[in-house]
């Protein structure tokens, strides 16, 4: 091997471990910043319990206690998933700031600039998605589930089954609504275009259904919930590709 050829591969590997480093550094900022929002969520973790709970409260048959602990621990262990949970939410712009930041390098100086849109539009899409579920979704999903439960019994729902389903719901509606912002990106740097995301509409169907089934509950309300915005959303990404590509494919 020549010494010309030494040098670019030591430079690779020299390139390599900066991303390492760089990843490295990224993720721990974030869970530094996550851990300070839990203790601070843990001072206020019976607060966000009741907060939380509300939805189940709303759609349960009056007189009848919703929550439900079997062990001693149940509680205090459901307070620290609450502020965890509270915590990952409330510093969604820290370690979403990070994520994107560690994919600047890879871009051209003249597409630097669009990280910062990229930053403010990832968060608002994350935020929307836990507003969306938590208000909308969550409250039509427990009134079906309910009711169809005490049909043939009285519900008795422990805390650790209502904040599982909660977790579950809230991040899979947070991350989903990014999916525009990642079918625009993915455009932009060539990996798609918005006529091959027209010609595979058919198959965007059955996938978002796919994904509804994975993310939810197994009922039809919050599966159609989740599906119904996701695809239009892709909609709207087609439309927004052919949009912001329009002008760059012009001027090329």
Do not use: N
Not at 38 to 58: E, G, T
Not at 156 to 168: A, E, F, H, Q
Not at 210 to 215: E, I, P
Not at 218 to 230: C, E, G, K, R, Y
């Amino acid at each position: 091997m020549s010494e010309t050829e030494d040098l670019i591969d030591g430079g690779k590997i020299m390139s390599l471990f900066g991303h390492l480093d760089e990843l490295r550094s990224r993720v721990i900022k974030s869970l530094i910043g996550i851990m300070l929002g839990f203790f601070v969520s843990m001072a206020f973790s019976a607060s966000l319990l009741q907060f939380l709970k509300r939805p189940l409260v709303k759609v349960f048959p009056p007189g009848i206690q919703p929550l439900h602990f079997t062990g001693p621990m149940d509680v205090f262990l459901a307070e620290i998933r609450v502020s965890f949970l509270a915590a990952i939410a409330l510093t969604s712009p820290l370690w979403l700031y990070q994520f994107w930041r560690f994919f600047e390098p890879a871009l051209y100086q003249k597409e630097r600039k669009y990280i910062l849109p990229c930053i403010v539009i990832s968060v608002l899409l994350f935020l929307t998605g836990l507003a969306f579920c938590f208000f909308i979704v969550l409250p039509m999903t427990l009134s079906f589930l309910i009711q169809l439960g005490t049909e043939v019994g009285t519900p008795m729902i422990t805390i650790v089954d209502y904040l599982g389903l909660l977790s579950l719901m809230l991040f899979g509606f947070g991350f989903v609504f990014e999916a525009p912002l990642i079918l625009v990106l993915l455009a932009w740097i060539g990996l798609l275009d918005a006529d091959t995301l027209s010609r595979h509409r058919k198959a965007v169907i059955v996938g978002v259904l796919v994904v509804g089934a994975l993310l939810t509950p197994p009922d039809p309300i919050s599966q159609v919930a989740m599906a119904i915005p996701l695809y239009l959303m892709y909609e709207a990404s087609i439309l927004l590709i052919r949009a912001l590509l329009k002008p760059k494919k012009e001027a090329s």
